[in-house]
T-cell receptor, first 115, second 112 residues
Framework: EAEVAQSPRYKITEKSQAVAFWCDPISGHATLYWYRQILGQGPELLVQFQDESVVDDSQLPKDRFSAERLKGVDSTLKIQPAELGDSAMYLC?????????????FGPGTRLTVL | AQSVTQLGSHVSVSEGALVLLRCNYSSSVPPYLFWYVQYPNQGLQLLLKYTSAATLVKGINGFEAEFKKSETSFHLTKPSAHMSDAAEYFCAVSDPGNDMRFGAGTRLTVKP
């Protein structure tokens, strides 16, 4: 069964350092999402891609966060510099299309701890 | 904008007992509703979704949910809890033109 892959699974970094997370969606899925999940809360959308284009990054803190999906396949989310409040689980999801009814398939996530 | 409220951050049931996890939504247009399950240190897995067809939706692992427009609810149920059902459950709402919004989650504990 096809799955969304993410790496690393865990990342510990110090404040002001740069971190990067990688996501490989299910093959053929045009839409890719990055979510942030703070402990005890539900996921919140950071950015949504349709192929290589950003369609929604309204909740992405653009002063420190960046995301790219250069060839419309895998994607990288970067934080520079990391702050203590960035400690969270970062989830990647993909869907075949971008309609409201389409199922999003989630990867295992990257748990980030900022010291 | 649409939103979801999950009543009860923690629910504890005995093995074999009924599971009832509550979800109320707010949406200005007919919504699409989802239940996801998350096991520790894992991503979210879809249990079921409502997309304006039958109001009673059956999902995986014996779970089902009923869409009640008059009550703006989409509660998740399972007749008999199993130890393996212990996890975090998230209700989510989506409508055309808006991104998916998740509730804060309900942690289900199953006692032997």
């Amino acid at each position: 069964e096809a799955e969304v892959a993410q790496s690393p699974r865990y990342k510990i970094t110090e404040k002001s350092q740069a971190v990067a997370f990688w996501c490989d969606p299910i093959s053929g899925h045009a839409t890719l999402y990055w979510y942030r999940q703070i402990l005890g809360q539900g996921p919140e959308l950071l950015v949504q891609f349709q192929d290589e284009s950003v369609v929604d990054d309204s909740q992405l803190p653009k002063d420190r966060f960046s995301a790219e999906r250069l060839k419309g396949v895998d994607s990288t989310l970067k934080i520079q510099p990391a702050e203590l409040g960035d400690s969270a689980m970062y989830l990647c999801a993909s869907s075949l299309v971008s309609t409201s009814t389409d199922t999003q398939y989630f990867g295992p996530g990257t748990r980030l701890t900022v010291l | 904008a649409q939103s979801v409220t999950q009543l009860g951050s923690h629910v504890s049931v005995s093995e074999g007992a009924l599971v009832l996890l509550r979800c109320n939504y707010s949406s200005s247009v007919p919504p699409y509703l989802f239940w996801y399950v998350q096991y520790p240190n894992q991503g979210l897995q879809l249990l079921l979704k409502y997309t304006s067809a039958a109001t009673l939706v059956k999902g995986i692992n014996g779970f089902e949910a009923e869409f009640k427009k008059s009550e703006t609810s989409f509660h998740l149920t399972k007749p008999s809890a199993h130890m393996s059902d212990a996890a975090e459950y998230f209700c989510a709402v989506s409508d055309p033109g808006n991104d998916m919004r998740f509730g804060a989650g309900t942690r289900l504990t199953v006692k032997p």
